[in-house]
Structures are given as structure tokens and as C-alpha cells.
């Protein structure tokens, strides 16, 4: 049986953790999501400069680990004389790293918009950018709903990571109540619950989006 | 209007069109035909840019389409263009996609804009549609809706490429009907069609084209009673006869 006194005991700790996590998740999707979709469109303009931007982005970013950025971010400064909170290294880490396979989920939409309508709304005098946002992204964000709703997933769980740098999330104070309590079991089964506790509605509402945005066209 | 010089275009190395000389007059209704990879299409297709040429001028409306200084979107503004597949904006309904371009693009108000778009609705016959997504409109409406939005721009040539390759035998009509009714106006058109009653009824000159060579420019009387051209003849006696 689970020792909830820990639990009890704990709860402001508990708390804590767990709305920096929603803090740190939630700016990190919005962040992630502009960053990820201006990269993904520089990936594709008729533009070679802007295509190659994209593409060392994307493929120097998402072939480090998480941690590997996070460190960055929150050791770079330091070494330049400067002083970075440990919650908002580990945030933008975490924006920086997701927002390459944002880019990457986003492009696969927009190019899995049939080529036509590109074609129609460019001949009809639209500019590139005005074709873009009326009628390519609002196609494509059809496609990209499930793709995204993974990489939310995933960017809520690996925000676990400020934990390793005293990022005040939850994990880090799972590790505080583990240490001072020499339970480990007990402790991280309720940080569990926690991330279950973002992560299942997270899931159920994307899943409800992708459902009514197959309903009307 | 149209008038290409010496045009001539390559993919890789394959020499889609070649040594295209064409003039094409204010008015005149101009219909292209040839076997399928001729490059009648890429011909059509190079008139408002969304194809490239290699070599040689051509200038639409007075302005040089490929020189890098041209605007090409405002030059676009005078060029309808109707595609085969329609390609209407599947989550604008049938108005949206008829007003889009007069308000971003001419910066026309949305009622001005509505009013117009429900006059050209009139026009090819479907006005009760307005306000339905184009899924749930059949191949002849989608296209009828599509020449819609290319004339809502009040437009001063409209290209056609293949209008009714895709539709149902029982709705071809339809869209014929609305384009020869255009001709009828005095539309500037450039059409790419297998439709040869059409060609025969509508246009002013027939251009026959095969590997990217424009082999005989006539009138439909001439081209269909006497072509000049081996190939030309093989074409029509393989499109005719059956």
C-alpha cells in the first residue's frame, strides 16, 4: 500500500513542482509551436538561404539530447560571466529542442496539402505569404493536429529534465522529498500521478480536436 | 495580348517546348490540342508564370512575364486560370472562395465583393450554392464555381487547362455551356481541351501541338475538315473514329 502521509506531508512541495511543470510546459508549447512553425516555413519557401537555415536547425537541434541543450543553455551563460535561472534555461532548452520536431511535424502538414492549391490561390494574384496563412496553414493544421498533440505529449514529459538542473519542477522536487525522506518508491509513484494528472487530458483533448476537425471540413 | 517569341523550355534535359512562336489577339478565343505529354499544358501554364521558360519572350498584356522586375502577382490579377482538378479552397465555402482574391488581393470591400462574386454565381448557374463547402458540390458545379472565382477578378484573359478532363460525362456540358457563353463576350481564352465539339464550335484558332512543337495554327473549319499536318491527321482520326 502507498504511504500517502508522504503525500500529505509533502503537498506544498508536491504542488509546487507540479504547477512549474504546467508553467514551464505551457510556455515551452507556445514557444515551441511559433518557433517550430516559422522554421518549418523556412524549410520550404522558394527561398535556398532560408531552406538551409531550416534544415541545420532542425537537424543539428534534433540529433542532441534533450539534456545536451538543457546544459547548454543553463552553463553558457554562466561561463560569459552572466547568471540564468535554472527554471527559465531548462524552459527555453526545452522550447529550442521541441521546436524542431514541431518544424518537422508542421512541414510534413503543409506539404501534405495537395500542390493545387497553392498553384490556384498563387495564380489568382495571392502573394506567397497570403496563400500561407489563408489557405495552406489552415490545412495543414488539420493533418498536423495528431502529429503536434505527440510532440505536446512528449515536451510535457521532458520537461522532467529542470529537474537535473534544479529547474523547480516537479521532478526536482521529487528528488527533494526522495532525499529527505529515503523513500524513493512511495515519492515518485505521486510525481507519476501528477504527470498523469497533465498528460491523459492532454491526450483526450487532442484526440477530441482530431475528431471534430474531421467532422467539419 | 499574348504573344510568345521564340519560346523554349527544358526540363533537365528533356525539351518540353520548343521554338514557340504564338500570337494571341485581345477577344480571341485560342484552343490548344494534342496527344497527352505534347506540352500543351506547360504551354498554358507558362502564360502566368507557374512554369518557367528556358529561353525566348513572352509578353502577356504588355509586360514581359519572365524578366525578374516584373510583379508577377499583379500581373496574375488579369490572368484567370481553371484547372482540371478545380482546386477550389476545401474549407472556404463556395462565396469564400469566390471573394478571397477581390478582397486581398484588389482590396475590394467584402459586400462589393459578395455582391460580385453573386453575380458570376448567376452567371454559371448556381447561385443557391453560396454558402456550401465545395465537397458536397459535384465535379460540373466545382468547376462552374472555380470559372466563378477566375472571373470575379474581372480578369483580362482566362486560361483553361483541361477544364473537363475530370468531370462526369453528364456534367461536361455544364461547364461547356459557361464557357462558350464567356467566348460569346469576348473573352480573351485559352483553352486545352479534348473536347474537340467545343474546339470546333467556340474557337477562333486551333493550335495543334506534339513534342513540344506547335506543328499547325488554323481556323476549326480548316483544322478539322483538311488538316495540313501527318500528325495532325493521325491525332484526329485516332480521337474521332471510335
Same mark, same amino acid.
Given at each position: 500500500?502507498?504511504?500517502?502521509?508522504?503525500?500529505? $506531508? @509533502?503537498?506544498?512541495?508536491?504542488?509546487?513542482?507540479?504547477?512549474?511543470?504546467?508553467?514551464?510546459?505551457?510556455?515551452?508549447?507556445?514557444?515551441? *509551436?511559433? /518557433?517550430?512553425?516559422?522554421?518549418?516555413?523556412?524549410?520550404?519557401?522558394?527561398?535556398?538561404?532560408?531552406?538551409?537555415?531550416?534544415?541545420?536547425?532542425?537537424?543539428?537541434?534534433?540529433?542532441?539530447?534533450?539534456?545536451?541543450?538543457?546544459?547548454?543553455?543553463?552553463?553558457?551563460?554562466?561561463?560569459?560571466? *552572466?547568471?540564468?535561472?535554472?527554471? *527559465?534555461?531548462?524552459?527555453?532548452?526545452?522550447?529550442?529542442?521541441? /521546436?524542431?520536431?514541431? /518544424?518537422?511535424?508542421?512541414?510534413?502538414?503543409?506539404?501534405?496539402?495537395?500542390?493545387?492549391?497553392?498553384?490556384?490561390?498563387?495564380?489568382?494574384?495571392? &502573394?506567397?505569404?497570403?496563400?500561407?496563412?489563408?489557405?495552406?496553414?489552415?490545412?495543414?493544421?488539420?493533418? !498536423?493536429?495528431?502529429?503536434?498533440?505527440?510532440?505536446?505529449?512528449?515536451?510535457?514529459?521532458?520537461?522532467?529534465?529542470?529537474?537535473?538542473?534544479?529547474?523547480?519542477?516537479?521532478?526536482?522536487?521529487? $528528488?527533494?522529498?526522495?532525499?529527505?525522506?529515503?523513500?524513493?518508491? $512511495?515519492?515518485?509513484?505521486?510525481?507519476?500521478?501528477?504527470?498523469?494528472?497533465? &498528460?491523459?487530458?492532454?491526450?483526450?483533448?487532442?484526440?477530441?480536436?482530431?475528431?471534430?476537425?474531421?467532422?467539419?471540413? | 495580348?499574348?504573344?510568345?517569341?521564340?519560346? #523554349?523550355?527544358?526540363?533537365?534535359?528533356?525539351?518540353?517546348?520548343? #521554338?514557340? %512562336?504564338?500570337?494571341?489577339?485581345?477577344?480571341?478565343? !485560342?484552343?490548344?490540342?494534342?496527344?497527352?505529354?505534347?506540352?500543351?499544358?506547360?504551354?498554358?501554364?507558362?502564360? %502566368?508564370?507557374?512554369?518557367?521558360?528556358?529561353?525566348?519572350?513572352?509578353?502577356?498584356?504588355?509586360?514581359?512575364?519572365? $524578366?525578374?522586375?516584373? +510583379?508577377?502577382?499583379?500581373?496574375?490579377?488579369?490572368?484567370?486560370? !481553371?484547372?482540371? @482538378?478545380?482546386?477550389?479552397?476545401?474549407?472556404?465555402?463556395?462565396?469564400?472562395?469566390?471573394?478571397?482574391?477581390?478582397?486581398?488581393?484588389?482590396?475590394?470591400?467584402?459586400?462589393?465583393?459578395?455582391?460580385?462574386?453573386?453575380?458570376?454565381?448567376?452567371?454559371?448557374?448556381?447561385?443557391?450554392?453560396?454558402?456550401?463547402?465545395?465537397?458536397?458540390?459535384?465535379?460540373?458545379?466545382?468547376?462552374?464555381?472555380?470559372?466563378?472565382?477566375?472571373?470575379?477578378?474581372?480578369?483580362?484573359?482566362?486560361?483553361?487547362?483541361?477544364?473537363?478532363?475530370?468531370?462526369?460525362?453528364?456534367?461536361?456540358?455544364?461547364? *461547356? +455551356?459557361?464557357?462558350?457563353?464567356? /467566348?460569346?463576350?469576348?473573352?480573351?481564352?485559352?483553352?486545352?481541351?479534348?473536347?474537340?465539339?467545343?474546339?470546333?464550335?467556340?474557337?477562333?484558332?486551333? !493550335?495543334?501541338?506534339?513534342?513540344?512543337?506547335?506543328?499547325?495554327?488554323?481556323?476549326?473549319?480548316?483544322?478539322?475538315?483538311?488538316?495540313?499536318?501527318?500528325?495532325?491527321?493521325?491525332?484526329?482520326?485516332?480521337?474521332?473514329?471510335?
Amino acid at each position: 500500500m502507498l504511504n500517502f502521509s508522504i503525500l500529505i $506531508d @509533502h503537498w506544498d512541495m508536491y504542488i509546487e513542482g507540479f504547477f512549474n511543470t504546467i508553467k514551464a510546459s505551457v510556455f515551452a508549447m507556445i514557444a515551441s *509551436l511559433v /518557433a517550430g512553425t516559422i522554421i518549418a516555413i523556412f524549410r520550404i519557401a522558394p527561398f535556398r538561404p532560408l531552406n538551409w537555415l531550416g534544415t541545420m536547425y532542425v537537424e543539428f537541434i534534433r540529433n542532441i539530447p534533450l539534456m545536451l541543450i538543457v546544459f547548454v543553455f543553463f552553463f553558457a551563460p554562466s561561463a560569459l560571466g *552572466l547568471r540564468i535561472n535554472s527554471f *527559465l534555461a531548462g524552459t527555453l532548452g526545452l522550447t529550442t529542442y521541441t /521546436a524542431a520536431f514541431i /518544424a518537422e511535424s508542421i512541414r510534413a502538414g503543409i506539404q501534405a496539402v495537395p500542390k493545387g492549391q497553392m498553384e490556384a490561390a498563387r495564380s489568382s494574384g495571392l &502573394t506567397y505569404v497570403q496563400t500561407m496563412w489563408y489557405i495552406i496553414l489552415p490545412q495543414a493544421i488539420k493533418i !498536423v493536429i495528431p502529429p503536434l498533440g505527440n510532440q505536446f505529449l512528449n515536451l510535457v514529459k521532458n520537461s522532467s529534465v529542470l529537474g537535473v538542473i534544479a529547474g523547480l519542477d516537479l521532478m526536482y522536487f521529487g $528528488d527533494l522529498i526522495s532525499s529527505e525522506t529515503f523513500v524513493t518508491f $512511495d515519492v515518485y509513484i505521486f510525481v507519476a500521478m501528477f504527470y498523469l494528472l497533465l &498528460t491523459i487530458p492532454l491526450s483526450l483533448s487532442v484526440s477530441f480536436l482530431e475528431r471534430r476537425l474531421a467532422k467539419n471540413r | 495580348m499574348i504573344i510568345f517569341h521564340e519560346v #523554349n523550355k527544358h526540363y533537365g534535359k528533356f525539351h518540353v517546348l520548343q #521554338n514557340i %512562336n504564338l500570337h494571341i489577339k485581345q477577344g480571341e478565343v !485560342v484552343v490548344i490540342i494534342g496527344p497527352s505529354g505534347s506540352g500543351k499544358s506547360t504551354l498554358v501554364r507558362c502564360i %502566368n508564370r507557374l512554369e518557367t521558360i528556358s529561353s525566348g519572350e513572352l509578353i502577356v498584356d504588355n509586360v514581359k512575364v519572365h $524578366d525578374k522586375k516584373t +510583379d508577377i502577382n499583379k500581373l496574375r490579377r488579369n490572368i484567370g486560370m !481553371v484547372f482540371q @482538378h478545380f482546386h477550389l479552397y476545401p474549407h472556404k465555402t463556395v462565396l469564400q472562395n469566390i471573394t478571397l482574391a477581390p478582397i486581398k488581393v484588389l482590396g475590394i470591400a467584402k459586400e462589393e465583393a459578395e455582391r460580385t462574386a453573386m453575380y458570376y454565381l448567376e452567371k454559371v448557374g448556381i447561385p443557391d450554392k453560396a454558402n456550401s463547402y465545395p465537397s458536397s458540390l459535384s465535379g460540373g458545379q466545382q468547376q462552374r464555381v472555380a470559372i466563378a472565382r477566375g472571373l470575379a477578378m474581372k480578369p483580362k484573359i482566362m486560361l483553361f487547362d483541361e477544364p473537363t478532363s475530370a468531370l462526369d460525362p453528364e456534367t461536361i456540358g455544364e461547364v *461547356l +455551356d459557361v464557357m462558350k457563353k464567356l /467566348a460569346k463576350e469576348g473573352m480573351t481564352m485559352v483553352v486545352v481541351t479534348h473536347e474537340m465539339g467545343f474546339a470546333r464550335e467556340v474557337a477562333d484558332r486551333i !493550335v495543334f501541338i506534339d513534342q513540344g512543337k506547335i506543328l499547325e495554327v488554323s481556323t476549326p473549319e480548316e483544322f478539322f475538315s483538311n488538316p495540313k499536318e501527318e500528325r495532325a491527321k493521325n491525332f484526329l482520326n485516332r480521337i474521332l473514329n471510335h
